[in-house]
């Protein structure tokens, strides 16, 4: 199967099944803007979930923090991203489409749109932030940005955060929070938006610890995404080079998934040093160095940061878990979701709509959503059409009843994956698929 086919197959099973929609899409729909369904948004909590336990609740040495989006205009200017945070743009005049010039059809001097050779204007830097004003009058002194990262707002709550919690350096500030960057050309569905969502991490070191630091975040980053149950050769890193290095990196390594438009970066791992800190502290006059209480030593601490991108970790779930096979001469498209991270756990289903099947049905979806198993109920169509719809839809387990529950209370469980059925008393149901999807937690290499 093409790529090309794969992203149009995805995109579509992604609408139908109510994982993620175009936002405003009855008026013509927002370029790159994205909306998460039903199914979406489940998907995305809980892969926000497995990140903050990881980071927050399963250590004593991160602590979490929710910045606002809107901070003081010179907090961007410390951190060089009203200067610096820009890409070269060209416009093509015989279309007036407007492109990165830094794009390899761009750099051929054809336009991608209309096909024009040699029709761009010289490159000019366009600063990738959104503007706009705090209070009635828009003028320059009210002049507010919608933060492009995260980050900047565990810089300047350092203090706040290491003296509350008591924290010894080395420590972190975790956080989970939406960014807006003005992509001149965003694009592959959820890959490059204007409107995303950020997990990062701000790890504190002493200066001269922070290699070792950055080895350990790096390894670590690493088994977190194999814990999702994404396939290992299709993850890699990727070393900065020279000519790569941010202007505050001293090293820097993404972690890249081989998408079907080819090999992408979805979180980063940097070493900043001590730029972000010493910067804030010389626009803001405030002094934010660490004094170790033993000794008195005072440092601005070094930076090691991790950087994924939410929606970037969900494209590379669906991506990962997509398939179509044959069974038994059909064909079926599964969504193969590592049971612990799928949206729905368990879809209940009465064989017919008679002789007691849908009132022993109904008890048990409700007793799956009152244990806090999110199943889901249905009893239209054919057995074989409702196992597909939910093969599609990423669930992991299918539960039956039949004639036979009626008798002894037992039902059908089906295995999406493996296809396999087995008798499992109703009663025993919640305890059975929570054990399971902890094995699966289990065997990807991560706590539930």
């Known amino acids: 199967m093409a790529d090309a086919d794969v992203m149009d197959k995805l995109v579509s099973l992604a609408k139908r099944r109510g994982y993620i929609f175009q936002s405003s899409e009855i008026y013509g729909g927002t370029g790159s803007v994205w909306d998460y369904g039903p199914l979406g948004i489940e998907l995305k909590r809980n892969v926000k979930e497995r990140w903050w336990s990881s980071m927050v609740h399963q250590r004593d ?50 336009c991608p749109v209309c096909g ?43 203090l706040n955060v290491q003296q509350s919690a008591r924290q010894k350096v080395p420590f972190g500030i975790a956080q989970i929070g ?92 940097h070493n900043r040093t001590d ?8 626009h803001s006059g405030k002094r934010l160095e660490y004094i170790e209480s033993h000794s008195g030593t005072r440092f601005i601490p070094y930076v090691i940061e991790t950087a994924v991108g939410v929606d970037r970790t ?15 001469g059909d064909e079926r498209v599964v969504l193969g979701l590592a049971p612990h991270i ?10 017919v709509k008679k002789d007691g099947m849908p009132e022993i049905a109904e008890r048990i ?14 009893a239209s169509g054919s057995i074989g059409r409702r196992y597909r719809r939910q093969d599609e839809a990423g669930t992991p387990f299918c539960i039956t009843v039949d004639g036979q529950s009626t008798e002894d209370q037992t039902v059908t469980v089906r295995d999406r994956d493996s296809l396999e ?9 919640v305890t059975w698929i929570r054990d399971r999807v902890d094995e699966a937690a289990q065997a990807a290499g991560g706590a539930v």
């Open 365 to 378: 979806h409700a007793d799956l959503r009152r244990s806090a198993i999110n199943a889901f109920y249905d």
């Open 61 to 110: 040495d991160i602590e979490g923090l929710d910045a606002a989006i809107l901070m003081h205009p010179k907090v961007w200017e410390a951190s060089g991203h009203v200067d610096g945070f820009t890409d070269p743009l060209v416009e093509c005049s015989n279309c007036n489409r407007r492109f990165r010039a830094d794009q390899p059809d761009i750099a051929d001097g054809q």
């Open 178 to 269: 939406k960014a807006f960057r003005n992509e001149i050309t965003p694009g592959n569905f959820i890959f490059r938006t204007r409107e995303f969502e950020q997990m990062e991490m701000q790890f504190f070191v002493e200066p001269g610890t922070d290699d070792e630091w950055f080895e350990r975040w790096k390894a670590e980053r690493m088994e977190w995404h194999l814990s999702l149950g994404i396939r290992r050769e299709k993850l890699r890193y990727h070393e900065h080079g020279p000519d790569e290095l941010a202007h505050y990196a001293k090293t820097a390594v993404d972690i890249e998934y081989e998408y079907p438009f080819g090999w992408k970066e979805f979180e980063g791992i």
């Open 314 to 328: 969900v494209l590379v779930t669906l991506c990962d878990a997509y398939r179509e096979e044959e069974v038994d």
């Open 421 to 429: 059925q087995v008798r499992v008393s109703a009663d025993q149901l």
């Open 116 to 158: 024009s050779k040699e029709t761009f204007s010289e490159p000019r830097s366009f600063n990738l932030m959104f503007k706009t004003f705090m209070g009635p009058v828009e003028e320059q002194a009210n002049v507010v940005y919608l933060r492009p990262e995260t980050a900047q707002g565990s810089y300047v709550n350092f």
């Open 275 to 282: 730029f972000d800190l010493s910067r804030h502290e010389e």
């Open 342 to 351: 799928a949206p729905i756990k368990a879809a209940v289903f009465p064989l």
